[in-house]
């Protein structure tokens, strides 16, 4: 199975993370933000954990700490710059959807 297009699974995300580089300096990662695959979930076991891959390797060089309302978003960027990981953190509404998404592959 090919990986699903972040924006199919979490359109509000996607939006809600371009909204907040606005302002950071990051900006240019608005087009890659579009772009994303949902590659793999976090497998940490945290309840509050619904972060996930964006590459197929994740080889974290550098972090964009984002300040959402509500719990924390942080992108993790490889050394070429590319956005490997994004962290969420407390965002129970991404995990729900996530596992939502993939429940429905079954």
Do not use: W
């Not at 080889?59 to 969420?88: R, S, T, W, Y």
Request: proline share 6%; net charge negative.
């Amino acid at each position: 199975m090919a990986a699903p297009l972040l924006s199919d699974v979490l359109p509000d995300l996607i939006e809600e993370i371009v909204h907040l580089l606005q302002g950071t300096g990051a900006e240019p990662l608005e087009t890659q933000v579009r772009a994303l695959h949902l590659e793999s979930i976090c497998d940490c076991g945290d309840d509050n954990c619904a972060s996930f891959a964006t590459a197929p390797e994740v080889k974290v060089a550098n972090v964009v700490e984002l300040q959402p309302i509500e719990g924390h978003l942080i992108i993790d960027l490889n050394a070429a710059e590319k956005i490997c990981f994004i962290e969420v953190l407390g965002r129970p509404d991404v995990r729900y959807l996530i596992e939502e998404y993939f429940a429905s592959l079954k």
